[in-house]
């Protein structure tokens, strides 16, 4: 399985690490100089949570975190607080 929001797109995407030489001006040196760049992966924050959808049905997906937190996500009720059982007539 990817590691794809599905609501925001968010996937892995790829960069550099770089690899410095030397003293920073504002330190009194005379500046750093990069020495190596190496292929790196940035990972987004992936959950899988169970959502109700825009139909009405519940399943799992796999959401980042920035859409849990946004509200993107609806989370079904955890009990059914508005089932109400019958009443014995008296």
Do not use: Q, W
């Not at 410095?20 to 504002?26: E, I, N, P, T, V």
């Not at 040196?29 to 020495?35: A, D, E, S």
């Not at 190496?38 to 899988?48: A, G, L, Q, Y």
Request: net charge positive.
């Amino acid at each position: 399985m990817p590691r794809v929001c599905e609501f925001t797109g968010r996937r892995t995407t790829t960069g550099h690490t770089y690899t410095l030489r030397g003293k920073a001006k504002y330190l009194g040196g005379v500046g750093t100089k990069v020495t190596g760049k190496t292929k790196r992966t940035f990972k987004p924050n992936i959950r899988t949570v169970t959502a109700v959808m825009e139909d009405g049905s519940v399943r799992r997906v796999k959401a980042s975190a920035k859409a849990i937190r946004c509200g993107l996500v609806v989370k079904p009720l955890k009990r059914k607080y508005a089932y109400k059982p019958e009443t014995a007539e008296a």
